[in-house]
């Protein structure tokens, strides 16, 4: 007997047997688009500590691509199946970041100095997302059968999904927008990196100098030394346009605390060294302030986890298999799991030293909070990975007190395992609400891991070259390679570790946080969304400010538009910021490319 539709589906979804869309170009053309769409989350991830899901990204462009070969070549229609595994194949590759790229692999390199080759990084992330594939697999029947959570993004795929089947012309139209933006985008990079035509605009403003700061020589300091420029970059306004108004705004707002108020303060009290009066002084200043920003991130982040996890538990919801059949047959099950388990428990200890009883418990830790994540995503569509990663930092904390590495690259297996089946889920999803067999989408997500592994390992140490200057920089902030490293230290080495001062500034960002969630569950929700976002708060206090003014910026135009032109915004807004991310992504990926071809 066929079941009712799930949430979030209508009445028009197929009702019988799924149909298959797993055919050779459809697994080829999520390859393809995922090698592409997989630089632009590495670079983002680097930029400022996000990825972005790019399901509807690759289902525009494989769409369109179709369309044009049916008409130019005669090629046989794209079907809505072919798009689902097309997306499940390509996003899969993109959310590789998730495996540890852009934050415990890097940490660990500025920690201990130890760097990877590319043969085993490129298998290290692989082993570790396989670990999501395998909880995915698992936990589709009860979460997606029984429990018939939403999972927000897998819904928005589908509905597009359908839409781009239905009206082919609509879907043409979005992506010659996202390629115009594209090209705008991945020009001006271009300019600035080989040109001096466009550079950094700063107002002629200055605060005033006091304390150690004044004995150093300063009588003011000018709004360019402390970061707060125009960054001629539209990959940051795009992020903006995509992460919303309210974070937009939460960015602005921790910029101004961190960069104009807290920054001076700190100056003022000689807890952090001014640099030379030509230059912005991100680099000495975010040494102090990164401590109070990823408090925020970090308790803001463990508090929503708790917060989701009682609301979970006080609706009863269980998890667990069903007596559903497993999507995949239970040989090949028993094969695929006890060797992504074996692979990972080996490779910690092949690789890291870490003893084999500590690797057992990050894979068995990796489905526990796998489960966890999978289950928030699906009923908030808020992916809660970096706090994931940093209950499993203090897992270990505890399990290998003053071991760094443990510390890192085992709460690496958890967050990478719990990132890649929430992203697995969610493309079931839609292909639970379109009909698509989910045995198909398995196999393409299997391939397209192995596909992000291979360039987005490539990409990183192309893009990467030495971490240690490079890293934690204006140029390469790397929030949460900042996040993960802070933790890491004060768990191994405790609070001496942190600079002067930052101490109380901690227990204040802990408040803070604390404060702002109780506003948010306690507020009505008209209200609850003017309370700013503590997690972006925080960001804003690792990342140089001109990239929260961009993305603000960037929020700012989207929420007009989305007043002034609902529909065109709804049409065309998301498909801009895309094609402005992918174009600086991809051509800054060139540069570093030319340069390392170069020297």
């Given at each position: ?49 996000w990825s972005f899901n790019m399901s509807i990204t690759s289902a525009l462009l494989s769409f369109a ?27 899969s590759a993109a959310s590789i970041v998730s495996g540890g790229l852009v934050a415990p692999i890097p ?493």
């Amino acid at each position: 007997m066929t079941p009712p539709p799930a949430a979030g589906a209508s009445a028009s979804d197929p009702p019988l047997q799924p149909v298959s869309g797993a055919t050779v170009r459809a697994i080829v053309t999520g390859m393809v688009i995922g090698a592409l769409l997989t630089p632009c989350n590495v670079y983002s991830g680097l930029k400022i500590g996000w990825s972005f899901n790019m399901s509807i990204t690759s289902a525009l462009l494989s769409f369109a691509f179709w369309r044009l070969a049916e008409d130019l070549a005669g090629a046989r229609t794209w079907h809505l199946h072919e798009s689902v595994v097309n997306q499940t194949t390509a996003s899969s590759a993109a959310s590789i970041v998730s495996g540890g790229l852009v934050a415990p692999i890097p940490a660990l390199t500025l920690l201990t100095g130890v760097e990877l080759s590319l043969p085993m990084l490129c298998l290290w992330v692989f082993s570790v997302s396989a670990l999501g594939i395998v909880a995915a697999v698992v936990l589709r029947n009860p979460m997606l059968v029984r429990d018939r959570l939403v999972f927000p993004d897998g819904v928005a795929t589908a509905e597009t999904v359908r839409e781009i089947h239905g009206h082919g012309r609509e879907a043409t139209a979005r992506v010659r927008i996202l390629s115009a933006a594209a090209i705008l985008s991945a020009g001006l990079k271009l300019v600035t990196e080989f040109g001096t035509v466009v550079a950094r605009w700063s107002p002629p403003l200055s605060l005033p100098a006091h304390g150690a700061l004044r004995e150093a020589g300063f009588t003011a300091i000018g709004f360019k030394q402390l970061g707060f420029s125009l960054d001629p970059s539209l990959l940051m306004v795009g992020f903006g346009a995509i992460i919303g108004l309210r974070a937009g705004l939460s960015l602005l707002l921790g910029a101004i605390v961190a960069w104009l108020f807290l920054a001076p303060w700190v100056l003022a009290q000689g807890w952090a060294q001014a640099g030379r009066a030509d230059e912005a002084w991100f680099g000495p200043l975010v040494e102090w302030l990164l401590w109070p920003g990823v408090t925020l991130m970090t308790v803001a982040s463990l508090s929503a986890f708790v917060q989701a996890m009682w609301r979970t538990r006080s609706s009863k919801a269980r998890t667990g298999v069903t007596r559903e059949p497993l999507i995949v047959g239970r040989r090949t099950f028993a094969i695929g799991a006890g060797s992504a388990g074996a692979l990972a428990v080996v490779l910690q200890h092949a690789l890291f030293d870490v003893p084999l009883l500590q690797g057992v418990f990050a894979v068995l830790l990796a489905f526990v909070l796998a489960v966890v994540a999978a289950r928030i995503v699906g009923e908030t569509g808020i992916p809660a990975i970096g706090a994931i990663g940093k209950i499993a930092q203090l897992g270990f904390g505890v399990s290998a007190p003053a071991n760094q590495t443990i510390n890192l690259m085992g709460a690496n297996v958890t967050g990478g395992a719990a990132g890649q089946c929430a992203d697995l889920m969610s493309d079931l999803r839609t292909g639970q609400i379109l009909g698509t067999a989910p045995a198909g989408q398995v196999l393409a997500q299997c391939i397209g891991i192995l596909i992000g592994s291979l360039v987005g390992s490539a990409v990183y140490l192309l893009v990467i070259p030495d971490p240690h200057s490079m890293l934690l920089t204006e140029q390469w902030p790397a929030p949460a390679v900042a996040t993960w490293k802070a933790v890491a230290e004060v768990l191994s080495a405790g609070l001496h570790a942190i600079p002067t001062g930052s101490a109380t500034a901690m227990g204040l960002a802990a408040a803070m946080a604390l404060a702002i969630n109780l506003l948010e569950r306690r507020l009505p929700p008209r209200l609850a969304r003017l309370v700013p976002s503590a997690p972006t708060l925080g960001l804003a206090f690792v990342i140089p400010a001109s990239i929260s003014l961009s993305m603000a910026f960037g929020a700012v135009v989207a929420a007009v538009a989305a007043r002034l032109a609902p529909n065109w915004a709804a049409r065309f807004v998301l498909a801009i910021a895309a094609g402005l991310v992918a174009g600086e992504s991809l051509a800054g990926i060139a540069v570093a490319m030319s340069a390392f071809l170069w020297q």
